[in-house]
Structure formats: C-alpha cells, structure tokens
C-alpha cells in the first residue's frame, strides 16, 4: 500500500485543459466559440428582457414555455464559474467604478479602450453587460464578445441596426480620453463546458448558443404574427386532438 501512495504523491498534477479559440468543432461552420458562458448569459437575459418588454401577453403559451426554458437554462449556466472568477470580479467592477464614462451610461455607445479595442456597455434583464469587441487584425473566429461582472457580456443576438449603432467608433468623442482598459472574464476549462453541456443536453456548447440566438430573434417574428391571437378560422371539432391509445 505504501508503494503505491508513494507513486500516487509523485505525479504531478495535470494542468486544466481549454479549448482552442476558433478551431473547428467538427460541424460544419462552427467554430469553438472564446466565451461560451458570457455568450449565453447575455443572450438569455436578452432573451427574457425582450419578452417583458414585448406585446406578447403573460398569458401566451409561447411565452411562458420560452421564459421557462430560458430561465432554466440561464440558472445552469450562471452555475458554472470559470477559475479566479471572483477576483476578476472585483478587479472588473473597480474598473467599471473607475471609468464610469465609459460604462456607467449603458447607452450601447462604444468607446475606444487603451489596447485600442472598442467596448460598450448594455443593460439586459437588470443586469449591465460590457460588449468588447477586438483590434481588427484578430481572426473573426476570434472576435467575439467578452466580459461579465455580474454584469455580464454578449454576441451575435443584435440586429443589424442595433450593431451599427453600437459598434461605430464615430460616435464617440475625438477627444475623449481613452485610458481604460477591460479584462475579460476568465475561460472555462473543457471539462467545465463538457459538464455543462450534459446539463443542458442540446449538443455542443456553440449548438445551444445558435439555438439561444435564433429563439431570441424569433422574438420579432412571433410578435408580428401575433401567435396569441385567437384564429381567424376555428379549428374543427377534434382536428387537434392527438392519436391516443384508446381504453
């Protein structure tokens, strides 16, 4: 026994394992996304922030299934915390206490930071999100958002419109000082987002983001089609009804 607790003390502990930012995922078209967790936390509270502000009513079954299952999956991944989270937290929200001209406004104005990065900062849900978008000359696979101190951060989920305005240099002021700086939040390792993903069960962490981004725009298209409206032409008698065992 004593050998063997020997052998045991004299390995050395396996570093923790990350993802590779941009590599192939092995679907097509999809790569391994940098901030899975920020991602989803933005796109979820996004997510149940237009549906409050929305026309569909409490009543819709449509809204209460996608609030239901969005605030499930929100309060799984908000379960999950990456290595030295708190104290990025705290160096995080000194900085957003630091340059409140940067972030304070939650306008979605993006501003240039010290790396030369643009960063805005949004409000999702009661929650300030700062989007950080990177220097030009990084890989577009790469350039994706970043950033959440409770608070958290973001991707794809804006309109065309809304990321033009957003990410517009121009509008901020020329002679701004430009002397803040934002950390990103620290990654998840591979085993994390594994577990994660058995969680959720919808596939590959980068799956269940294409799923949160497309039910977040189907927002829209479920309002203009005003689905909680009763049917112009009922349905008859039993056209709805399920082939059932029967007794």
């Given amino acids: 026994m004593r050998p063997a607790l ?36 933005y796109l979820y509270s996004s997510t149940l922030d237009k549906l409050r502000n929305s026309a569909i ?37 000194a900085a957003l206490e630091r340059h409140p001209e940067h972030f304070a406004a939650a306008d979605g104005t993006a501003r240039l930071l010290k790396d030369g990065s643009l960063a805005a900062s949004v409000n999702r849900d ?63 390792t591979a085993v994390q987002i594994e577990e994660l993903e058995n969680k959720i069960g919808a596939g590959l962490i980068e799956e269940v983001i294409q799923v949160a981004e497309n039910e977040y725009k189907l927002i829209d298209t479920m309002v203009e089609a005003k689905v909680w409206e009763s049917l112009e032409e009922k349905p008859r008698e039993g056209q709805w009804t399920y082939f059932e065992r029967k007794d």
């Fill in 6 to 41: 020997r052998l045991f003390a004299s390995v050395k502990p396996v570093a923790p394992r990350y993802l590779e930012v941009g590599a192939p995922t092995g679907l097509t078209g999809l790569f391994t996304n940098p901030s899975p967790r920020s991602t989803l936390l």
């Fill in 57 to 93: 009513p409490e009543t819709s079954v449509y809204r209460q299934s996608v609030e239901a299952v969005t605030k499930h999956r929100l309060a799984l991944v908000q379960a999950v915390q990456p290595a030295g989270y708190d104290e990025w937290r705290t160096r995080a929200l």
């Fill in 126 to 188: 009661g929650t300030l999100f700062v989007l950080n978008e990177g220097k030009g000359d990084v890989d577009v696979r790469y350039n994706e958002w970043d950033g959440e101190p409770e608070r958290e951060t973001p991707t794809s989920s804006m309109s065309e419109e809304e990321s033009k305005r957003v990410w517009d240099p121009k509008r901020e002021d020329p002679s701004a000082v430009r002397d803040a700086e934002w950390e990103n939040e620290p990654q998840l």
